[in-house]
């Protein structure tokens, strides 16, 4: 079965996710969070995440405290965390994090890939019969293909397993810290 994900941190090396996912940076929620918080709150509440089946949130939190690399200025504001007690803006950012739906946003960048290849036939279908049809229709998709474009290149934040190398590291660190193998 094809695994995929949205806006997955592990595929876009030392780039920052709002930098990588562009509609990250449109979510008022987002919008402050420094890379490893945006990290971090990617581990810790999307559905995307190999943590995301976590039942423990301390053991979760844990995990997406290794793996996001997040920096605490204090040990107490480490502690914390730990208590699942984040600071306003990370808990706002998880729950707007954990609401955003894979099967929506895939649909949705299918749709525009739909589109795009519909406007295409459109054009290829000129006729000089209908020709005030065809020139009233281009005009419309003209205005309407930036966006499109737009939509089509961000990709909703959508990937499946021809763009992930090692997402399956973070299910596997997940697993072995369960079984008492690693300790955070």
Do not use: H
């Not at 695994?3 to 709002?18: A, C, L, N, Y």
């Not at 939190?61 to 504001?77: A, G, N, T, V, W």
């Not at 309407?144 to 290149?153: R, V």
């Amino acid at each position: 079965m094809k695994q995929e994900t949205i806006f997955d941190p592990r595929i876009i090396g030392d780039r920052s996710m709002q930098d990588a996912y562009p509609e990250l940076k449109r979510i008022r929620e987002f919008e402050k969070l420094s890379p490893m918080q945006m990290k971090f709150v990617w581990y810790y509440s999307s559905q995307s995440s190999p943590f995301f089946t976590v039942t423990s949130v301390e053991d979760r939190c844990k995990l997406s405290i290794k793996e996001s690399k997040i920096k605490f200025q204090s040990d107490r504001e480490r502690d914390l965390y730990l208590l699942i007690q984040f600071p306003e803006a990370i808990k706002e950012a998880c729950d707007r994090m954990s609401r955003m739906d894979y099967n929506v946003r895939s649909s949705a960048k299918d749709m525009v890939i739909k589109l795009f290849a519909n406007y295409a036939k459109y054009v290829d279908s000129y006729s000089k019969e209908n020709a005030d049809t065809y020139i009233s229709a281009t005009q419309k998709i003209s205005r309407e293909l930036p966006n499109l474009i737009k939509l089509k290149e961000e990709g909703f934040g959508v990937q499946d397993d021809d763009k992930r190398k090692n997402a399956s590291k973070g299910q596997d660190i997940a697993k072995e810290y369960l079984q008492g193998k690693e300790d955070l």
